[in-house]
């Protein structure tokens, strides 16, 4: 009993923390389930190992082998012609065989720098896509409570021209308004339907992702509070600065122009001279009809200089140059390109803020003017229908701009510390 009480106590406990931090919950699910994520995961792995391959290119190598051979000799005859008995003859060897390279032109070294950056590249990458998995799955759950908001509001602008409809037909009846202020309510309840069932329809679109994105069920409800304490860059140059030094993009470029000059070195290091040194020992029996055994031990060094393969190893110098070539000019632009993004995330955070802002007081003031309009069309003064309908669309609009810039204003949040290249779960729980 108290061991199914414990269990009981840590699941509300989890529910419990999963409803005070429902992002850091969703983006967590995201992180440990995306298949593309985990498939990085195991690229990583899968590359850590050729630095093993590599390395054992300085050890060396050991081979036995084994053969058993079993001849028969028949209908055998002499130069004069007369008969020689049939004989047989069941030879076995055992040999073992040591192989080690003593020099091969700097390219087993080469190699296996090149694997060194192949594996940072790797873990770069990985990094990459685990930005890119984080900002989607944010981006996706921040617009379902927007579009949840959204929905809300329509319904309730929905229930409210439905009630003002009930009222007016009332109203039109006793002769205090007319049949065209009637109009009016009635044409602005259909288009509030309409609105209604436009922002159902994007909601279940936004749920749609949110599964497919976290690869979990939408919950019923969501709880949040949007002002994450997300730490940013102070200023633009700052921001700069940081992605200079963080964005995976910018880094694997960079991998890739060193990875580019250990090619070519890899494929100078094929037209140098390289040398090997190998010991085999073997054990032979029934070696021939006249010997039982031998033992043999044999000691070989090997110098090899390759001078030309019909133009292949030139031709493959002269294409790891233009590689090379190609990697650098990659990098200029990526460079650019990191800078550009970064100043676009910037950019739209400022954006974003101000716009918030500037909705907050939209909303205030709507309110106000459509709780006086409506008061004064209440009271029967000179207020009109029309100028109701507008109020209340005014409002309508005023609320979900704001759910809407609250949504922008912490995406663009993340969209610069993804720029930069700090975003990550570390970060987020630090937070």
Not at 325 to 347: F, H, P
Request: aromatic share 6%; charged share 25%.
């Amino acid at each position: 009993m108290k061991y199914i009480l414990a269990i009981i106590f840590l699941f509300v406990s989890y529910n419990s923390a999963n409803a005070e931090n429902g992002l850091i919950f969703y983006l967590e699910a995201a992180y440990q389930n995306n298949p593309k994520l985990n498939a990085e995961r195991k690229n990583f792995k899968a590359t850590k190992q050729n630095i093993n391959i590599s390395r054992s290119e300085f050890l060396p190598s050991v081979s036995i082998t084994g053969d058993i051979d079993s001849s028969q000799s028949s209908n055998k005859t002499n130069q004069s012609g007369s008969n020689i008995p049939d004989s047989n003859l069941d030879t076995e060897t055992k040999k073992i065989s040591i192989d080690q390279k003593i020099f091969q032109g700097f390219k087993g070294y080469n190699s296996l720098k090149k694997s060194e950056l192949e594996t940072k590249k790797a873990s770069f990458k990985l990094k990459e896509v685990q930005q890119d998995v984080i900002l989607d799955a944010a981006s996706v759950y921040l617009d379902f409570i927007y579009k949840t908001k959204s929905t809300e509001f329509n319904l309730a602008n929905v229930d409210l021209l439905e009630r003002q409809v009930e009222s007016d037909s009332a109203r039109a009846q006793r002769g205090e308004i007319t049949l065209t202020d009637l109009a009016q309510s009635e044409s602005s309840l259909a288009g509030a339907r309409a609105d209604s069932i436009k922002s159902e329809t994007e909601l279940l679109t936004t749920k749609a992702n949110f599964e497919r994105i976290i690869l979990t069920t939408v919950p019923k409800e969501i709880k949040e509070n949007l002002n994450f304490n997300i730490i940013l860059p102070e200023s633009l140059n700052k921001a700069l600065k940081i992605s200079q030094e963080n964005n995976p993009k910018l880094i694997i470029a960079k991998l890739d122009y060193e990875i580019s000059k250990r090619n070519l070195n890899i494929e100078k290091g094929i037209l140098s001279p390289s040398a090997s040194i190998n010991y085999s020992k073997s054990k032979t029996r029934d070696l021939s009809s006249t010997i039982d055994k031998a033992d043999n031990e044999t000691v070989k060094a090997t110098v090899t200089w390759p001078i030309i393969k019909g133009g292949k190893n030139y031709s493959s110098i002269k294409k790891s140059k233009l590689k090379k070539e190609q990697s650098n000019l990659i990098l200029k632009d990526t460079k650019y390109q990191i800078d550009t993004n970064t100043a676009n995330a910037w950019s739209l955070y400022q954006s974003s803020e101000s716009i918030l802002r500037a909705t907050e007081l939209q909303v205030k003031a709507a309110e106000i003017a459509n709780e006086g309009i409506t008061q004064e069309y209440d009271s029967g003064s000179d207020r009109t229908t029309l100028e109701v309908v507008q109020s209340r669309s005014l409002l309508l609009n005023a609320r979900i701009d704001h759910a809407k810039a609250e949504r922008d204003f912490v995406i663009s949040k993340f969209k610069l510390i993804a720029a930069i290249g700090t975003l990550s779960m570390e970060n987020i729980k630090k937070s």
